[in-house]
C-alpha cells in the first residue's frame, strides 16, 4: 500500500526485538477495574504489516501477549505455547468515530440526555450477535457511540469493542471519548406552527416546521451551544480560584498557628493574670474567643458543568452534528474565541463553504457518504459523495464515520470509505481516517489505530491491501483475543 521502510530501519536492533519478547513474557496482571487480559499467546505472521500509514514492514511478525501487542519486527522467535496466525496482509482494525453498534436502543432514542449523560452506563455487551460478527467482517472492532444521538446534547460518548463475548469491562475501550451537541437538525424541530427560512437570498414563511427546523431554532442552537461551552468554562474558572483562595486560607492560618504557638507562654501568664485579676474583683471571667477567618466554600458541584468544563478546557473534544452553512459559519464564529477548545464537525454536509476555517481551526470533519434520496431530510440537501476528496484536497482533516443513527451501520463504515475513495479521496487517505485519524481524533491513540508495542491488540489479518476488493478479512483479533476466523458462524 505505501513503499517499505529503508532497510536501515528495518534492522533496528535484533536484541532490542528480543528484549521486547522478553519484556511481554512477564506473568499477566489483571488491570485497573477488574479486565482480565487474553491469556492467550499469539504470533502473528506477516507478508506485509502496515505499522501505520506510510510505514509497513515485509515478511515481519507480531507477538501478542496479555491482550497487547508485546513484539513487532523480522525474524522474532515464535513464543513457546503460542497459537500461530498468517496472512498476506496485517494492519491496525477499523474504528467508527460515530456509529452506535453496542449501545442499548433506549439510550440511543434518549431525547433526555444532558451534558453529564454517559452512554457507557447504557451500553449493550450481549445483544445483536449476528450483527456483531458481520461488523467485524468488515475489519470494524471498535465504535463510538453517543446516547441521545440525534438530540442537542447527547452527552459523553464511550469507545466500545464490538465482539460478541467480551466482558464489559472488555467491551469498553474508553469509558469518556468525547462529549456531542447538534445544531440544526430536523429531528429536533417542533412539528406545528409556522417557520421561516432563506429562500434564494429572501426570508419566507413555511407552512409547516414537519421537514426541517425553523431558522431562528437552527440560530437559536448555536446559542445554545456556546453558552454551555461558556457556562462550563466560568464553572471551571470557579474552580480554580476557589483552589487559589484554599491555598491562601490554609498558608494564613498556618501562619496564625505559628504566631499563637510561639506566643503561648506569654498568652498563658497573661490568661492567668486576668483570671485572677478577675476573681479579686468578684467578676466573672470571660476568655477571649479567637476568631477564625471562613474556610473558603468550592462552587456547589454541577454534574454538567463539570463535563462541560473539560470540554471548553480542551480536555474533551466537542463533536457537532452540524450540516447547513449558516450554522456552520455561526458555529466556527461563536467559539473561536475558546482557544483550547477542540471542536469536530459531524456531517458537515456543506463544509465546503467553510473549508479555509476549519483549516485555519484545525477542525475535523467526520463525514458520511451515504447515498442520499428523495425524502431525506432538508439539512442533508447539499450532501454530496465527493466532499470528502473536496475537504481533503482542502486541506481539511476528513474522518468516516456511519452516522450513529443504526447499530447495523457500522458494518457498512469500510463500504463508505470505498464510495469516497470512488468519488476522488486516496485510499491511503481512507485507511488513515479508519485507523490511527479517528483514534487520534477521541483520544485512544494511546491504545489502538496503529501496529506497535503495548497498544491493545484491535488487528486485521487480510488476503489482500485494505480496502480494495482483494482485502477480504481472513481473522479479527480484537483485545487480544481471536474473535473472528474463517470458521465462524
Same mark, same amino acid.
Given at each position: 500500500?505505501?513503499?517499505?521502510?529503508?532497510?536501515?530501519?528495518? $534492522?533496528?536492533?535484533?536484541?532490542?526485538?528480543?528484549?521486547?519478547?522478553?519484556?511481554? /513474557?512477564?506473568?499477566?496482571?489483571?488491570?485497573?477495574?477488574?479486565?482480565?487480559?487474553?491469556?492467550?499467546?499469539?504470533?502473528?505472521?506477516?507478508?506485509?504489516?502496515?505499522?501505520?500509514?506510510?510505514?509497513?514492514?515485509?515478511?515481519?511478525?507480531?507477538?501478542?501477549?496479555?491482550?497487547?501487542?508485546?513484539?513487532?519486527?523480522?525474524?522474532?522467535?515464535?513464543?513457546?505455547?503460542?497459537?500461530?496466525?498468517?496472512?498476506?496482509?496485517?494492519?491496525?482494525?477499523?474504528?467508527?468515530?460515530? $456509529?452506535?453498534?453496542?449501545?442499548? /436502543?433506549?439510550?440511543?432514542?434518549?431525547? +433526555?440526555?444532558?451534558?453529564?449523560?454517559?452512554?457507557?452506563?447504557?451500553?449493550? =455487551?450481549?445483544?445483536? *450477535?449476528?450483527?456483531?460478527?458481520?461488523?467485524?467482517?468488515?475489519?470494524? =472492532?471498535?465504535?463510538?457511540?453517543?446516547?441521545?444521538?440525534?438530540?442537542?446534547?447527547?452527552?459523553?460518548?464511550?469507545?466500545?469493542?464490538?465482539?460478541?463475548?467480551?466482558?464489559?469491562?472488555?467491551?469498553?475501550?474508553?469509558?469518556?471519548?468525547?462529549?456531542?451537541?447538534?445544531?440544526?437538525?430536523?429531528?429536533? +424541530?417542533?412539528?406545528?406552527?409556522?417557520?421561516?427560512?432563506?429562500?434564494?437570498?429572501?426570508?419566507?414563511?413555511?407552512?409547516?416546521?414537519?421537514?426541517?427546523?425553523?431558522? &431562528?431554532?437552527?440560530?437559536?442552537?448555536?446559542?445554545?451551544?456556546?453558552?454551555?461551552?461558556?457556562?462550563? %468554562?466560568?464553572?471551571?474558572?470557579?474552580?480554580?480560584?476557589? *483552589?487559589?483562595?484554599?491555598?491562601?486560607?490554609? *498558608?494564613?492560618?498556618?501562619?496564625?498557628?505559628?504566631?499563637?504557638?510561639?506566643? &503561648?507562654?506569654?498568652?498563658?501568664?497573661?490568661?492567668?493574670?486576668?483570671?485572677?485579676?478577675?476573681?479579686?474583683?468578684?467578676?466573672? &471571667?470571660?476568655?477571649?474567643?479567637?476568631?477564625?477567618?471562613? %474556610?473558603?466554600?468550592?462552587?456547589?458541584?454541577?454534574?454538567? !458543568?463539570?463535563?462541560?468544563?473539560?470540554?471548553? !478546557?480542551?480536555?474533551?473534544?466537542?463533536?457537532?452534528?452540524?450540516?447547513?452553512?449558516?450554522?456552520?459559519?455561526?458555529?466556527?464564529?461563536?467559539?473561536? *474565541?475558546?482557544? %483550547?477548545?477542540?471542536?469536530?464537525?459531524?456531517?458537515?454536509?456543506?463544509?465546503? !463553504?467553510?473549508?479555509? =476555517?476549519?483549516?485555519?481551526? $484545525?477542525?475535523?470533519?467526520?463525514?458520511?457518504?451515504?447515498?442520499?434520496?428523495?425524502?431525506?431530510?432538508?439539512?442533508?440537501?447539499?450532501?454530496?459523495?465527493?466532499?470528502?476528496?473536496?475537504?481533503?484536497?482542502?486541506?481539511?482533516?476528513?474522518?468516516?464515520?456511519?452516522?450513529?443513527?443504526?447499530?447495523?451501520?457500522?458494518?457498512?463504515?469500510?463500504?463508505?470509505?470505498?464510495?469516497?475513495?470512488?468519488?476522488?479521496?486516496?485510499?491511503?487517505?481512507?485507511? +488513515?481516517?479508519?485507523?490511527?485519524?479517528?483514534?487520534?481524533?477521541?483520544?485512544?491513540?494511546?491504545?489502538?489505530?496503529?501496529?506497535?508495542?503495548?497498544?491493545?491488540?484491535?488487528?486485521?489479518?487480510?488476503?489482500?491491501?485494505?480496502?480494495?476488493?482483494?482485502?477480504?478479512?481472513?481473522?479479527?483479533?480484537?483485545?487480544?483475543?481471536?474473535?473472528? =476466523?474463517?470458521?465462524?458462524?
Amino acid at each position: 500500500m505505501t513503499p517499505s521502510l529503508p532497510g536501515l530501519v528495518l $534492522g533496528l536492533s535484533a536484541s532490542i526485538l528480543s528484549s521486547a519478547c522478553a519484556t511481554a /513474557a512477564s506473568p499477566a496482571k489483571a488491570r485497573p477495574g477488574g479486565e482480565q487480559p487474553a491469556t492467550e499467546v499469539l504470533f502473528v505472521r506477516a507478508e506485509r504489516l502496515i505499522v501505520r500509514p506510510g510505514v509497513e514492514l515485509e515478511g515481519a511478525q507480531v507477538v501478542v501477549r496479555d491482550g497487547r501487542i508485546a513484539a513487532v519486527g523480522k525474524d522474532l522467535a515464535v513464543p513457546e505455547g503460542a497459537r500461530e496466525l498468517a496472512a498476506p496482509y496485517v494492519c491496525a482494525a477499523y474504528l467508527d468515530p460515530w $456509529g452506535a453498534l453496542g449501545l442499548a /436502543a433506549d439510550a440511543r432514542v434518549d431525547s +433526555a440526555t444532558t451534558a453529564g449523560t454517559r452512554a457507557a452506563d447504557g451500553v449493550d =455487551t450481549y445483544g445483536n *450477535k449476528e450483527l456483531r460478527l458481520e461488523t467485524l467482517r468488515a475489519g470494524v =472492532t471498535c465504535v463510538r457511540v453517543q446516547a441521545g444521538a440525534s438530540a442537542r446534547v447527547s452527552g459523553l460518548g464511550a469507545v466500545l469493542r464490538v465482539a460478541p463475548g467480551l466482558s464489559p469491562a472488555e467491551a469498553i475501550l474508553a469509558a469518556e471519548s468525547a462529549l456531542a451537541m447538534s445544531v440544526g437538525l430536523s429531528a429536533n +424541530a417542533p412539528n406545528q406552527g409556522p417557520s421561516f427560512d432563506f429562500v434564494d437570498g429572501q426570508l419566507v414563511q413555511r407552512e409547516s416546521s414537519a421537514r426541517g427546523m425553523d431558522l &431562528f431554532d437552527r440560530v437559536g442552537d448555536i446559542d445554545r451551544v456556546v453558552t454551555a461551552i461558556e457556562g462550563g %468554562r466560568s464553572y471551571l474558572q470557579s474552580k480554580i480560584e476557589h *483552589k487559589h483562595e484554599l491555598a491562601e486560607w490554609q *498558608k494564613k492560618i498556618t501562619e496564625k498557628e505559628t504566631e499563637l504557638d510561639k506566643e &503561648f507562654k506569654k498568652a498563658k501568664k497573661d490568661r492567668e493574670k486576668e483570671e485572677k485579676d478577675a476573681k479579686e474583683k468578684g467578676k466573672k &471571667f470571660e476568655e477571649k474567643k479567637y476568631k477564625e477567618d471562613k %474556610r473558603p466554600q468550592p462552587p456547589r458541584y454541577d454534574e454538567d !458543568n463539570e463535563v462541560l468544563g473539560r470540554v471548553a !478546557n480542551g480536555e474533551l473534544p466537542l463533536v457537532v452534528q452540524v450540516h447547513r452553512t449558516a450554522e456552520l459559519r455561526g458555529l466556527l464564529a461563536a467559539t473561536a *474565541k475558546h482557544d %483550547r477548545l477542540r471542536l469536530l464537525v459531524a456531517g458537515g454536509s456543506e463544509a465546503m !463553504n467553510c473549508s479555509a =476555517t476549519l483549516v485555519e481551526r $484545525g477542525v475535523p470533519v467526520i463525514v458520511m457518504p451515504a447515498l442520499v434520496g428523495e425524502g431525506a431530510v432538508d439539512e442533508l440537501d447539499g450532501a454530496d459523495l465527493t466532499l470528502a476528496a473536496r475537504l481533503a484536497k482542502a486541506g481539511v482533516e476528513v474522518l468516516i464515520g456511519s452516522g450513529g443513527g443504526s447499530a447495523a451501520a457500522s458494518r457498512d463504515l469500510p463500504l463508505l470509505a470505498q464510495i469516497a475513495v470512488g468519488n476522488g479521496w486516496t485510499r491511503e487517505a481512507a485507511f +488513515a481516517a479508519l485507523t490511527v485519524g479517528a483514534a487520534r481524533a477521541l483520544d485512544v491513540e494511546r491504545s489502538i489505530g496503529t501496529v506497535e508495542r503495548g497498544k491493545s491488540a484491535e488487528l486485521l489479518l487480510l488476503e489482500g491491501e485494505p480496502l480494495t476488493n482483494a482485502g477480504r478479512v481472513k481473522y479479527v483479533i480484537s483485545a487480544g483475543r481471536v474473535v473472528l =476466523t474463517p470458521e465462524t458462524k
